[in-house]
């Protein structure tokens, strides 16, 4: 099994910048290279606030700072990062970039350096086949903000050989992370199974069952939710939400199951982007709009709640049905990518698999609309009186 000790990242933006932050904290060294020079400059600076703001919070030691940033090694060109034992590239989600990217810098890297890419929407499969050695490559997902967010996403592309993998397992979950296993599709676990929550919404909202601060407040009050669709898309970003929406749809060649809102585009459309603009769904430039307590009627609540929530365990039961990954993984992968109140597999049972089936069954009648289909495998479920966590 490859030993890691020092990791090298591409591309020091959000994700680069937090994901560097990771490692060093955790012990190893870390070489850093962005393509912009004003960005490799600011590095050292950024990271040196953050960890001395952690310090003085004594989430840090003292003096634990200044030992993590001596870990790290701004580089002024990727041949300078040639002893690194994996590299992780966090460049901006452009395919041909990264494929450029993974050409040059391959012939650098020694033969046992794994090579990984934070893409959150690209095939790793299609990325891998830019190197001539892609069983050594993989895809490794963190979530913003990654010194944060406990999850990460490993993906092994067709070719990926076991021996990387198992090695990032042990790397990641030492430094205490929660890693889960997934297949190289569209939207990987949590971006592909936490669709609904935002779709169904828009979708709710165009019909005019709510507006929006209801609906945010029904998802928060009446199903544990820690943010409303809307007040969550307004904190991503409405165009990045919308970006990736676009992305999981045209990945399925287009199942209606993943059919973006025309009321979404419009809002990208007006540069209504949510918080980073000062308004999306709320307005936050003079004064903020959102989170506010709403009242509204018992059957409104169950309504609204139940159309996200019967979709949401729908897109899970279906990832179990494709092999997406583990039953286990996928609970873990929404609470801890998306901080959701409960796993959905658990959760629908809880509500009975055959109540979930009707009420899809139900919405599909209504609306003759494909993206309402239940999963095969819930089906097959009820059928069965079949459990996920059966002993
Ligand atoms: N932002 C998120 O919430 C998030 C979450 C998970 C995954 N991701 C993925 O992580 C990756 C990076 O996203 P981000 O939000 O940090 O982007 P970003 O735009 O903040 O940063 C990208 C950085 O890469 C640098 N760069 C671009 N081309 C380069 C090249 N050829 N060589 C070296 N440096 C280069 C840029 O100068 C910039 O500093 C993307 O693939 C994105 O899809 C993003």
Not at 248 to 261: G, I, K, N
Not at 273 to 284: A, C, E, I, P, V
């Amino acid at each position: 099994m490859p030993e890691i000790k020092t990791v090298a990242i591409v591309g020091l933006g959000t994700m680069g910048h937090g994901i560097a932050h990771c490692f060093a904290q955790a012990g190893y060294d870390v070489l850093v290279f962005d393509a912009l020079q004003d960005t490799r400059n600011g590095f050292l600076p950024k990271i040196t606030k953050t960890l001395q703001r952690l310090e003085e919070k004594e989430i840090l030691a003292a003096g634990e700072a200044s030992n993590i940033v001596s870990r790290c090694t701004v580089c002024s060109s990727l041949e300078a990062l040639a002893s690194a034992d994996l590299l992780i590239e966090a460049i901006a989600e452009d395919f041909v970039a990264k494929q450029t990217l993974f050409r040059s810098i391959e012939p650098i890297l020694r033969d046992s350096c794994i090579i990984g890419t934070n893409t959150s929407s690209l095939p790793i499969t299609a990325l891998a086949a830019s190197c001539t050695r892609p069983e050594r490559f993989i895809g490794i997902h963190f979530f913003n903000p990654a010194p944060r967010m406990p999850l990460v996403e490993l993906v092994p592309g067709l070719e990926t050989e076991e021996a990387s993998v198992t090695a990032l397992q042990t790397a990641l979950t030492s430094m205490g992370k929660k890693v889960v296993l997934a297949r190289d599709t569209p939207g990987f676990i949590v971006n592909r199974i936490a669709r609904p929550f935002y779709g169904e919404a828009l979708r709710m909202l165009e019909e005019q069952v709510a507006d929006e601060a209801t609906i945010d407040c029904i998802l928060r009050s009446h199903a544990s939710f820690k943010m409303g669709p809307f007040e969550l898309m307004d904190l991503i970003g409405i165009d990045i939400n919308f970006a990736v929406s676009e992305q999981v749809f045209a990945a399925f060649y287009f199942d209606p199951r993943y059919r973006p809102s025309i009321q979404q585009r419009r809002m990208v459309d007006a540069k209504r982007l949510g918080r980073k603009s000062g308004r999306g769904f709320y307005q936050y430039d003079e004064g903020d709009t959102s989170g506010s307590t709403v009242p509204f009627d018992k059957t409104l609540a169950e309504y609204v709640t139940h159309r996200i929530l019967f979709l949401l365990m729908n897109e899970a039961i279906d990832a179990v049905f494709l092999g997406v990954a583990s039953v286990e993984d996928i609970e873990t992968a929404m609470c801890a990518g998306v901080s959701y109140p409960k796993g959905l597999l658990a959760w629908a049972e809880e509500f009975g698999l055959a109540t979930v089936l009707d009420g899809l069954i139900a919405l599909h009648e209504e609306y003759g609309d494909d993206r309402y289909r239940p999963s095969p495998l819930l089906r097959r479920m009820v059928k069965n009186k079949a459990s996920f966590f059966a002993e």
